[in-house]
């Protein structure tokens, strides 16, 4: 499955993979094209290759300059954002996601117009 194949990852390898020389309005892109994403693809056990094969051309231009002129809590709200996309996706494997809140670090509110909160994993 492929939401297996990515839980697989480390956080440096999931950070790698999404803020490798893409800018803010690829990686929003990238993210919202992910929300929408069919589960069906995920549960057809379609290989992390063949799902961005699939997405739009507008989805995967090609990498730009790299992301230093971006301040770092805009890094974090689109690393949040993946993790949310992974748990969504498979809840049950949180061995990733626990991983990964431990390397980034919890992040408070970004903001006071931001809805989105420090994650806090369950006690083991």
Known sequence: ??????????SDAVSKLLMGKRTLSELNEFFYWLRDL?????????EPKEVFALMPKAVWKPFSPSM????????????????TYVKRVNIKNLKMLMAAWTKLGAF????????????KPAAE
């Open 108 to 119: 408070e509110q970004l903001s006071s117009n931001a809805s989105v909160r420090r994650f």
């Open 68 to 83: 230093d002129v971006y301040d770092e809590q805009t890094v974090e709200f689109f690393l949040f954002e993946w993790l």
């Open 1 to 10: 499955m492929y939401s297996a194949e990515v839980t697989k990852l480390s």
């Open 38 to 46: 069919s589960d069906m693809w995920l549960e057809e056990n379609r």
